[in-house]
């Protein structure tokens, strides 16, 4: 059982479509819905026995990370594998939902209470 963030493109993507070539099941964790749906379904296309469940989350809104871990672990009770792989870069001066400036927000402080909600 493996969660990946950002597993819709890039790294993340690549990172997915080869833990379900080996046989674990794969929790795809993206804040977009569609694109997520759309990278599950590429490995589904190439690797019809690969077992992928999508997992929407939003890294820049701790309340949406708290829920996504209950689900996880509410569903599947366990993990073997955290990949924390999604990230932001080079955005303008915004701030999350919480309050905090979203890079660090994002890219440190989400990935850091999904570890530790996991």
Known sequence: MAVITGANAGVGYHTARLL??????????CRHSGRMSAAASAIKATQPDAIIRQLRVDL???????????????????????????????????????????????????????TGLL
């Open 20 to 29: 379900a070539a080996a046989g674990m099941t794969v929790i795809m964790a």
């Open 60 to 114: 820049g809104n701790l309340e949406s990370v708290r829920a996504a871990a209950g689900q996880v672990l509410d569903d599947h009770g366990r993990i073997d594998v955290l990949v924390n792989n999604a990230g932001l870069m080079g955005v303008p001066r915004w701030d999350t939902f919480d309050g905090v400036e979203m890079h660090f927000g994002v890219n440190h402080l989400a990935h850091f209470a999904l």
